[in-house]
């Protein structure tokens, strides 16, 4: 599940819905008062230094009118640091003097300042899978759309996923009392349960805070079977909507499950390893 760490605006979108993605790849970009391919660009060069010498290369005549944002500072520093230290060793033949030592200090402290204020920007803008899997939207995502610290943006289903996972939107009220584990029983619309019964779930997680619309997102889990608890298996159809009663310890919430619900099962054998996506909508 990948959470907005920031408030702000889709800036890029790398992804598109049901896509297949590797771990690590980028699937959005948040947007700030910097590039990203601008902060990206000295990153790569920073990770490529070693410092295992004293000799520090930088393409530092390659970084020129980067937009760098709250990165800034942090850069500024380092590329002082660092025209120093190439200006005393070209002056100074013995590359072990003290003053050549303490402009080598000096610039590995900005260094690795500097690294850790990109990988913090990173964290905070630069939205990542973390497995290998299919995307799945939450919602319907456009660039320069708002987003929320907090809101859940994609969820990654592996590619050797068995279960059926569906995500329900939860009014805030109440919210609280809703934990993982906890048991969920499913009503279709389109298979009224005292027809067919019902099906149950687990929640598997809960978002950390609302989306934009004022709603929780429950990720809960069925099994690798959509089967009643009269015993009746559900086929699965797309615009397949219904409520979702979450037991807690106290009460029961009984809330409508909709807009963009999804649910996701590996239910095409000739093809392992691209398991089906199906959406749940109104």
């Known amino acids: 599940m990948v959470f907005a760490r920031t408030n702000g605006k889709l800036d890029t979108l790398f992804v598109e819905n049901n896509d297949v993605v590797l771990s690590e790849k980028k699937l959005a970009v948040v947007e700030s008062s910097a590039n990203y391919k601008d902060v990206l660009f000295p990153k790569e ?75 913090s920007w990173k964290q905070k803008y630069v939205l990542k899978s973390r497995m290998k899997g299919i995307v ?63 099906l149950t779930a687990i929640v598997e997680s809960v978002s950390s805070s609302p989306n934009e619309e004022g709603f929780y997102i429950v990720k809960v889990v069925l099994n690798d079977r959509l089967v009643t608890s009269y015993n009746i298996e559900i086929p699965f159809k797309n615009e397949m909507t219904g409520t979702a009663e979450i037991i807690t310890k106290d009460l029961r919430l009984i809330e409508r499950f909709f807009i963009a619900s999804e649910i996701y099962s590996q239910t095409n054998p000739s093809h392992p390893e691209h398991p089906s996506m199906h959406s749940l909508s109104t």
């Open 45 to 119: 060069a920073l990770d490529t230094i070693s410092l295992l010498n004293d000799h520090f290369l930088f393409p530092i005549e390659k970084m020129k009118s980067l937009a760098l944002g709250e990165v800034t500072p942090n850069y500024a520093i380092f590329k002082k640091e660092y025209l120093d230290y190439v200006i005393n060793t070209k002056v100074i033949s013995n590359t072990f003097s003290k003053e050549n030592s303490r402009l080598y200090k000096n610039l590995i402290q900005s260094y690795a300042q500097l690294r850790n204020v990109v990988e």
């Open 136 to 198: 799945s939207y939450i919602s319907v995502w456009n660039e320069h759309q708002n987003i929320l610290n907090g809101e859940l943006l994609f969820t990654i289903v592996p590619l050797d996923s068995k279960n059926y996972i569906a995500k329900i939107k939860a009014p805030m009220r109440n919210s609280g009392k809703i934990q993982k584990g906890q048991k969920v029983n499913i009503k279709l619309l389109n298979f009224p349960a005292t027809e067919y019964g019902i």
